[in-house]
Structures are given as structure tokens and as C-alpha cells.
């Protein structure tokens, strides 16, 4: 099991930034990669960001230039680093750690946090 938690959110003018961390415990030596997603009231929950455990990184093409994900595997932590924020930004944020497990693919979750963008 890997437990992650989310924090960094809250209300921003449209144009700042947030720094979002994941604190990630457990078994985190069976993970993969880890992620943000989001989730818009309404809408699907989507990929924000993913670094793997070599450091590759990749991004939406919705926050590529704007946003950084990176990780500090001493602490256990992921980092989002959103700048130049808009309002369609606004969502629900979560952690996301990925294992391929030898009986199969695992996906963990945090309990989200809320960032909100106004204009």
C-alpha cells in the first residue's frame, strides 16, 4: 500500500502561483511514477503532470510552460509548481502514484486538494 497526502491549494488571483507537495508513505519502493491530476466540477478527472522514477517528466499541453513537477525522493515528496495560473485551472488536484505490480498496473490516490483561480 502507498498512502499519499496533498497539500499547497487554495484561492489565487488569476496571474500567481501555488506550490502543491504530496507526501507519499508506504511501500513507495514499488512505485513507478508519480503524477498530478485534476478534476473540474462537471468534467473527467486529466493529467496534469508525471515524473517517473528516473526523473522523466511529461505535461499536458495545457500547463506545459507553466507548470513544473518535480520530487525530492530523500523526503518523499512530489512538487507541483504552478505559475502564471488561470481560471480554468480551478479543480480539484490529486496525487497520483503509479506501480507496475508483477499481477498488474496499480494506481494509489490522495484525498485531493482544492485550488481555486479567479479571474
Known amino acids: 500500500q502507498v498512502q499519499l497526502v496533498e497539500s499547497g491549494g487554495g484561492l489565487v488571483q488569476a496571474g500567481g502561483s501555488l506550490r502543491l507537495s504530496c507526501a507519499a508513505s508506504?511501500?513507495?519502493?514499488?512505485?513507478?511514477?508519480m503524477g498530478w491530476y485534476r478534476q473540474a466540477p462537471g468534467k473527467q478527472r486529466e493529467l496534469v503532470a508525471r515524473?517517473?522514477?528516473?526523473?522523466?517528466?511529461n505535461y499536458a499541453d495545457f500547463v506545459k510552460g507553466r507548470f513544473t513537477i518535480s520530487r525530492d525522493n530523500a523526503k518523499k515528496l512530489v512538487y507541483l509548481q504552478m505559475n502564471s495560473l488561470k481560471p480554468e485551472d480551478t479543480a480539484v488536484y490529486y496525487c497520483?502514484?503509479?506501480?507496475?505490480?508483477?499481477?498488474?498496473?496499480?494506481?494509489?490516490w490522495g484525498q485531493g486538494t482544492q485550488v481555486t483561480v479567479s479571474s
Open positions: 508506504g511501500s513507495i519502493f514499488s512505485v513507478n511514477a
Open positions: 515524473i517517473t522514477s528516473s526523473s522523466d517528466t
Open positions: 497520483n502514484a503509479h506501480s507496475n505490480r508483477p499481477w498488474g498496473p496499480q494506481d494509489y
